[in-house]
T-cell receptor
Framework: NAGVTQTPKFQVLKTGQSMTLQCAQD?????MSWYRQDPGMGLRLIHY???????DQGEVPNGYNVSRSTTEDFPLRLLSAAPSQTSVYFC????????????????FGPGTRLTVL | GQQVMQIPQYQHVQEGEDFTTYCNSS?????IQWYKQRPGGHPVFLIQ?????EVKKQKRLTFQFGEAKKNSSLHITATQTTDVGTYFC???????????FGKGTSLLVTP
């Protein structure tokens, strides 16, 4: 199993450009989420999904869109990049809490380092 | 804002000293999870606590979940240089699926 994969690893954008950060998991996890990590701010939840066709906002959703058309994929879209979106982005997946008694430990991807000029 | 608060933000210890990080939530949590992130890496799951007052140990690491399920702690006995990294707590509120992280405690261990 590849676990959680993210592409690209690094990206530089100009203000106003759009792009999609890709995230995929091969563990058949229902729950997927996106976090951004900034110095001193920890991990802040952007959006999450509990299954295909279902998404919800986290703590810092503004400027980001998501969709969940399949169990495996959960892309994050930046429609018009801003310098404030310069950050490291992590995608994570897990079974749903309490599902069949499984722990819902989060499996993180390696991250995407995004710079917006 | 974030509902899970974590202190201290930084801790610098000499190898062999003990280390503790604390996590507090404004709301009751259904469970608490702890993660470790090495510099330049991604967060890696350490443990999950579910029951009120629960205590779990992993070698030199001891994790506690408060009786009210609003606070938790991670204690490392006799730190080693391999313990360097940022330790995060994360909690699910009783009513939701979202997992909210604290800001983390960065641990530096000098030989």
């Amino acid at each position: 199993n590849a676990g959680v994969t993210q592409t690209p690893k690094f990206q530089v954008l100009k203000t106003g450009q759009s792009m999609t950060l890709q995230c995929a998991q091969d563990m058949n996890h229902e729950y997927m989420s996106w976090y951004r990590q900034d110095p001193g701010m920890g991990l802040r939840l952007i959006h999450y999904s509990v299954g295909a066709g279902i998404t919800d906002q986290g703590e810092v959703p503004n400027g980001y869109n998501v969709s969940r058309s399949t169990t495996e994929d959960f892309p994050l879209r930046l429609l018009s990049a801003a310098p404030s979106q310069t950050s490291v982005y992590f995608c994570a997946s897990s079974p749903l809490a309490g599902t069949s008694g499984r722990s819902n430990e989060q499996f993180f991807g390696p991250g995407t380092r995004l710079t917006v000029l | 804002g974030q509902q899970v608060m974590q202190i201290p933000q930084y801790q610098h210890v000499q190898e062999g000293e003990d280390f503790t990080t604390y996590c507090n939530s404004s709301t009751t949590l259904s469970n608490i999870q702890w993660y470790k992130q090495r510099p330049g890496g991604h967060p890696v799951f350490l443990i999950q606590l579910v029951k009120s007052g629960e205590v779990k140990k992993q070698k030199r690491l001891t994790f506690q979940f408060g009786e009210a399920k609003k606070n938790s702690s991670l204690h490392i006995t006799a730190t080693q240089t391999t313990d360097v990294g940022t330790y995060f707590c994360a909690g699910h509120r009783d009513s939701g699926y979202a997992l909210n992280f604290g800001k983390g405690t960065s641990l530096l261990v000098t030989p």
